[in-house]
């Protein structure tokens, strides 16, 4: 990737974890360990893990999944309560302080830029916050999901399908159409079913079908 390109991807995760920092700033407190999108996470447990993805270079990353034994779970949480506060306030001022981090294991900077986009909206959704990121940040993380399993299944999930954002330039696959925003595409193929109703077309029940099975989980 080239230098500019992953500029300007970082830009996006920095102007994507301010943009949810805006929207944490503004909850109480009981909303602080409201349900979330990402299983048994509360929203204080996910914005811990993006804390810790925020904080985790290289290194400490190898030394942490060969410590769990591969188990990416288990490496997970362990991050989590490593980066989790005494209370939501310290969780949050310590993500706060890790808005402009460019620290990251590998160089895959769409990646990184997904993680924010989609723990962002598996804490907005919920809650019922209105804020949806924008198709620019958006567009090249639908990319990269097409193309490749990485955190999630993605490329597993789109297999075989035509994806087609009814809202920006993201086309990707052949075969059965499933179309829609750019985000409900993305949420879809990372695994989160309360998306799935944004979308239409002929290739939507298999869609449905992979995520509802796990295989983007």
Same mark, same amino acid.
């Given at each position: ?92 001022? $310590?993500?706060? =302080? #890790?808005?402009?981090?460019?620290? *990251?294991?590998? +160089?895959?900077?769409? !990646?990184?830029? %997904? ?39 993605? $490329?597993?999930? =789109? #297999?075989?399908?035509?994806?087609? *954002?009814?809202? +920006?330039?993201?086309? !990707?696959?052949? %075969? ?42």
């Amino acid at each position: 990737m080239r230098t500019d390109d992953r500029d300007r991807l970082w830009g996006l995760v920095h102007a994507e974890r301010a943009a949810l920092a805006d929207d944490l700033a503004r909850l109480e407190p009981e909303q602080w360990h409201h349900r979330t999108l990402c299983g048994r996470w509360d929203v204080e447990d996910v914005v811990a893990h993006l804390v810790a993805a925020a904080l985790t270079g290289r290194g400490r990353w190898i030394r942490s999944i060969v410590g769990a034994r591969f188990r990416t779970d288990v490496h997970n949480q362990r991050r989590l309560d490593e980066h989790k506060g005494r209370d939501p306030e310290e969780t949050f001022a $310590r993500f706060r =302080a #890790a808005v402009d981090s460019t620290i *990251a294991p590998t +160089g895959h900077t769409a !990646a990184y830029l %997904g993680e924010v986009l989609v723990h962002a909206q598996d804490i907005r959704e919920p809650l019922g916050l209105p804020r949806r990121p924008s198709v620019e940040a958006l567009t090249p993380v639908a990319e990269f999901f097409a193309k490749q399993d990485f955190a999630v299944s993605s $490329r597993k999930v =789109a #297999a075989g399908l035509e994806l087609v *954002a009814s809202d +920006g330039p993201f086309r !990707a696959g052949a %075969g059965p159409r499933a179309e829609g925003s750019t985000l409900a595409l993305v949420m879809s193929m990372a695994g989160r079913d309360a998306y799935l109703d944004e979308l239409e077309g002929p290739g939507l029940e298999d869609l449905r079908a992979r995520v509802s099975a796990g295989t983007g989980s």
